[in-house]
T-cell receptor
Framework: DVKVTQSSRYLVKRTGEKVFLECVQD?????MFWYRQDPGLGLRLIYF???????EKGDIPEGYSVSREKKERFSLILESASTNQTSMYLC????????????FGPGTRLTVL | AQSVTQLDSQVPVFEEAPVELRCNYS??????LFWYVQYPNQGLQLLLK??????LVESINGFEAEFNKSQTSFHLRKPSVHISDTAEYFC??????????????FGTGTQLKVEL
């Protein structure tokens, strides 16, 4: 069965902390994605990666960075967390083809105090 | 750039009534269209998708969506909803990215609330 796992369901951090969100997929997918989900705004793409060590900015990359050292793992990094980064973060993966489904993890609800 | 519009943020409906969730997209190229569903406290999962061929696509749980190129729409319908259909529904369009890979552009979502 297809599986995307995220390291935490809930996370509370303080302003200025460095935050790591981890995502692992077991489907050998080329593409991996990080979104944030906010009420009324839907899902907005932060960063994605179509191959190991490759990354592309999405629609809202400011304040975030990513790392993909291995094919199955895609990390989202908040260099210095701020309160406006309080959100639900969703990771997804998909095969290479444009027509393919994206598979989502359960999400991490991050609160920055 | 592609965009997706879901005009209805919330749709309340009684159980066994029909429902339509609206989705319009803008794109200058051929599109692949998706509906995803998010049940409470879960991630998103694919409901159905249009790639080519028949403009009417169906899901296993009774939803259907029709691709209408002239109206740039991909509305989601169900003739009789169940309480378990309560969820948030997202329309999305797929797009190839220069340099490699592909990505989805999502609408803002429609919260379907089914009441007894």
């Amino acid at each position: 069965d297809v599986k995307v796992t995220q390291s935490s369901r809930y996370l509370v951090k303080r302003t200025g902390e460095k935050v790591f969100l981890e995502c692992v997929q077991d489907m050998d997918h080329e593409n991996m994605f990080w979104y944030r989900q906010d009420p009324g705004l839907g899902l907005r793409l932060i960063y994605f990666s179509y191959d190991v060590k490759m990354k592309e900015k999405g629609d809202i990359p400011e304040g975030y960075s990513v790392s993909r050292e291995k094919k199955e793992r895609f990390s989202l990094i908040l260099e210095s967390a701020s309160t406006n980064q309080t959100s639900m973060y969703l990771c997804a993966s998909s095969p290479e083809d444009l027509t393919d489904t994206q598979y989502f993890g359960p999400g991490t609800r991050l609160t920055v105090l | 750039a592609q965009s997706v519009t879901q005009l209805d943020s919330q749709v309340p409906v009684f159980e066994e009534a029909p429902v339509e969730l609206r989705c319009n997209y803008s794109s200058s190229v051929s599109v692949y269209l998706f509906w995803y569903v998010q049940y409470p406290n879960q991630g998103l999962q694919l409901l159905l998708k249009y790639l080519s061929g028949s403009t009417l696509v169906e899901s296993i749980n009774g939803f259907e969506a029709e691709f209408n190129k002239s109206q740039t729409s991909f509305h989601l319908r169900k003739p009789s909803v169940h309480i378990s259909d309560t969820a948030e529904y997202f329309c999305a369009v797929s797009d190839r990215v220069t340099g490699g890979g592909n990505k989805l552009t999502f609408g803002t979502g429609t919260q379907l609330k089914v009441e007894l």
